[in-house]
């Protein structure tokens, strides 16, 4: 916490709840990695006042580990083709929430309302699809624990591939049955139409 200033600490006595943390994630201009892709400890994304899906909820799982959560993350893995997402999951009263930094319309916040980390992963299945509308979500992660970890994540400078390494390596469940892959249907084409809509213009 020490390299953190004064002005910043302060920020974060005031965002002190799940929903104040999202409502912050969410005024951050998207991270497009204009100079290549980066992957920032949350000193350096509060710092560049950007981040993309995995930067915005690394800061979002220690601002809530500043108020008694743990800062946890959930991996998302989609088919090839498509992008994987990164999710920080919290929990309240028994039951789960999500926070999530994204560019569109989709893949958002999730109400603590889930009573287990499947059904919170599950929620996010009818919104993942390509613009031809092929749903493409098929693997949620186990809870990775950021505090468990001895490496620095918080303030570290540089980028932080050796956490995505990690994350890549741990539990993942499948999401899909296997009898039922080729039965999915595609997404409407209102569904599609509002995927693409977006909250940052790239440049």
């Given at each position: 916490?020490?390299?953190?200033?004064?002005?910043?600490?302060?920020?974060?006595?005031?965002?002190?709840?799940?929903?104040?943390?999202?409502?912050?994630?969410?005024?951050?201009?998207?991270?497009?990695?204009?100079?290549?892709?980066?992957?920032?400890?949350?000193?350096?994304?509060?710092r560049a006042r950007?981040?993309?899906?995995?930067?915005?909820?690394?800061?979002?799982?220690?601002?809530?580990?500043?108020?008694?959560?743990?800062?946890?993350?959930?991996?998302?893995?989609?088919?090839?083709?498509?992008?994987?997402?990164?999710?920080?999951?919290?929990?309240?009263?028994?039951?789960?929430?999500?926070?999530?930094?994204?560019?569109?319309?989709?893949?958002?916040?999730?109400?603590?309302?889930?009573?287990?980390?499947?059904?919170?992963?599950?929620?996010?299945?009818?919104?993942?699809?390509?613009d031809n509308?092929?749903?493409?979500?098929?693997?949620?992660?186990?809870?990775?624990?950021?505090?468990?970890?001895?490496?620095?994540?918080?303030?570290?400078?540089?980028?932080?591939?050796?956490?995505?390494?990690?994350?890549?390596?741990?539990?993942?469940?499948?999401?899909?049955?296997?009898?039922?892959?080729?039965?999915?249907?595609?997404?409407?084409?209102?569904?599609?139409?509002?995927?693409?809509?977006?909250?940052?213009?790239?440049?």
């Amino acid at each position: 916490m020490s390299a953190f200033s004064k002005k910043e600490k302060l920020l974060f006595k005031k965002i002190n709840t799940p929903a104040k943390t999202q409502d912050f994630l969410n005024h951050l201009k998207f991270n497009f990695e204009k100079s290549g892709e980066t992957l920032k400890s949350p000193l350096f994304t509060l710092r560049a006042r950007s981040a993309h899906c995995f930067e915005g909820v690394l800061l979002g799982a220690y601002m809530l580990s500043l108020y008694g959560f743990r800062p946890y993350l959930m991996h998302l893995g989609a088919t090839k083709g498509d992008y994987d997402h990164v999710i920080s999951p919290f929990k309240i009263n028994g039951f789960w929430g999500a926070l999530s930094k994204t560019n569109h319309a989709v893949l958002r916040y999730r109400e603590p309302i889930y009573k287990n980390i499947r059904e919170l992963a599950l929620s996010y299945f009818h919104e993942y699809f390509l613009d031809n509308g092929e749903k493409t979500l098929r693997q949620y992660s186990a809870l990775f624990d950021l505090s468990k970890l001895k490496k620095n994540w918080i303030t570290a400078e540089g980028n932080l591939w050796w956490l995505d390494k990690k994350l890549d390596k741990i539990e993942h469940y499948n999401i899909v049955p296997k009898n039922n892959l080729q039965k999915l249907r595609k997404a409407d084409g209102i569904e599609i139409k509002a995927g693409k809509i977006i909250e940052f213009k790239k440049y």
